[in-house]
């Protein structure tokens, strides 16, 4: 089990904590990408997180059909404080906000660099931001202009199995229970479950870590649509890298299936993949600032076009 602290123990730096983005995965629970290592028994951090994203969506069948257009602004407070015995408890509290944003032309030139532009972005940037799903013969989902609202928060507990023992890594569970907040397109309106283990390996200045996640929503439909729920799941593979002891570099790829079953649109139903890049820097020993961007490089039909991360972080001790 977790055990006294080996002497020679080195704390982990931690990944971004980054989570899909994509307009059909931002709703959901999502475990943020973490370390293993928890904070010591009374100690708090505070951290003010802010994910932002632009996506862009559109596909049909004879049952259903959805269109997306959307810049996401996700604001979060996320909180820690340490428990004796190796447990951390954890809480989030995000909201979300819509518009029609300011990247559709600077996504627009980057895709023509490589040769990859995409066709639903033809043309000039609309004026308005949507968000519409409709079943045939039962209507759905038809938001439009700009908006937000509280998003769905959750409390979670993480615990720490075993420290690092050669090539054996550090290992910690977590678990976090999400509360029904908002509907969609903000929040899933579901009841979730999710629960995950977290490995690490440090290795002198490098820290290599590695996370597996599983979220399972209370079921039942969502909207007029009556778009079905099921199980889905996360893995996260990072590289963090210190540079002293004020920077590090972090470079992390990600797997995320999707929430909703039986709809046969990729969009909706595909698995998305990210690769993301970022720096942390500690301006003092209780501060903390991070960045990064993240790219959908294998799916970029689905998904978030591209993402960022701005964290700033305090720590009692």
């Given at each position: 089990?977790?055990?006294?602290?080996?002497?020679?123990?080195?704390?982990?730096?931690?990944?971004?904590?980054?989570?899909?983005?994509?307009?059909?995965?931002?709703?959901?629970?999502?475990?943020?990408?973490?370390?293993?290592?928890?904070?010591?028994?009374?100690?708090?951090?505070v951290g003010v997180r802010t994910l932002y994203s632009n996506?862009?969506?559109?596909?049909?069948?004879?049952?259903?059909?959805?269109?997306?257009?959307?810049?996401?602004?996700?604001?979060?407070?996320?909180?820690?404080?340490?428990?004796?015995?190796?447990?951390?408890?954890?809480?989030?509290?995000?909201?979300?906000?819509?518009?029609?944003?300011?990247?559709?032309?600077?996504?627009?030139?980057?895709?023509?660099?490589?040769?990859?532009?995409?066709?639903?972005?033809?043309?000039?940037?609309?004026?308005?931001?949507?968000?519409?799903?409709?079943?045939?013969?039962?209507?759905?989902?038809?938001?439009?202009?700009?908006?937000?609202?509280?998003?769905?928060?959750?409390?979670?507990?993480?615990?720490?199995?075993?420290?690092?023992?050669?090539?054996?890594?550090?290992?910690?569970?977590?678990?976090?229970?999400?509360?029904?907040?908002?509907?969609?397109?903000?929040?899933?309106?579901?009841?979730?479950?999710?629960?995950?283990?977290?490995?690490?390996?440090?290795?002198?200045?490098?820290?290599?870590?590695?996370?597996?996640?599983?979220?399972?929503?209370?079921?039942?439909?969502?909207?007029?649509?009556?778009?079905?729920?099921?199980?889905?799941?996360?893995?996260?593979?990072?590289?963090?890298?210190?540079?002293?002891?004020?920077?590090?570099?972090?470079?992390?790829?990600?797997?995320?299936?999707?929430?909703?079953?039986?709809?046969?649109?990729?969009?909706?139903?595909?698995?998305?993949?990210?690769?993301?890049?970022?720096?942390?820097?500690?301006?003092?020993?209780?501060?903390?600032?991070?960045?990064?961007?993240?790219?959908?490089?294998?799916?970029?039909?689905?998904?978030?076009?591209?993402?960022?991360?701005?964290?700033?972080?305090?720590?009692?001790?």
């Open positions: 089990m977790a055990g006294a602290e080996p002497a020679e123990h080195v704390v982990a730096a931690r990944p971004i904590a980054w989570q899909d983005q994509g307009p059909f995965a931002q709703q959901f629970l999502q475990l943020p990408f973490d370390g293993p290592e928890p904070i010591p028994p009374g100690a708090l951090e996506s862009i969506a559109r596909e049909s069948n004879r049952e259903l059909s959805v269109d997306v257009s959307i810049e996401t602004a996700v604001p979060t407070i996320f909180l820690r404080y340490g428990l004796p015995r190796g447990f951390e408890l954890q809480l989030s509290v995000p909201g979300a906000i819509d518009y029609e944003g300011f990247l559709w032309r600077p996504i627009k030139v980057v895709e023509g660099l490589f040769g990859a532009a995409n066709p639903l972005r033809a043309g000039r940037p609309p004026a308005i931001a949507w968000f519409r799903i409709h079943r045939s013969g039962r209507g759905g989902l038809d938001w439009s202009g700009s908006g937000g609202s509280a998003d769905d928060p959750w409390l979670g507990v993480k615990r720490r199995v075993r420290f690092q023992d050669g090539w054996r890594p550090e290992l910690s569970w977590r678990a976090a229970l999400q509360a029904p907040v908002a509907p969609l397109p903000w929040g899933s309106g579901q009841l979730e479950l999710g629960t995950g283990l977290l490995a690490g390996w440090s290795l002198g200045d490098t820290s290599l870590l590695l996370e597996a996640d599983v979220m399972i929503p209370q079921g039942g439909p969502i909207t007029a649509a009556e778009l079905r729920t099921r199980p889905h799941f996360t893995i996260q593979l990072g590289a963090v890298r210190r540079f002293g002891s004020w920077l590090t570099a972090m470079l992390q790829a990600s797997l995320h299936t999707s929430a909703f079953a039986g709809t046969d649109l990729s969009v909706v139903g595909g698995t998305t993949t990210y690769l993301l890049a970022g720096v942390g820097v500690q301006p003092t020993r209780r501060t903390s600032i991070s960045f990064a961007i993240a790219e959908n490089v294998i799916s970029p039909a689905r998904g978030a076009d591209i993402s960022g991360v701005l964290e700033l972080g305090w720590r009692s001790r």
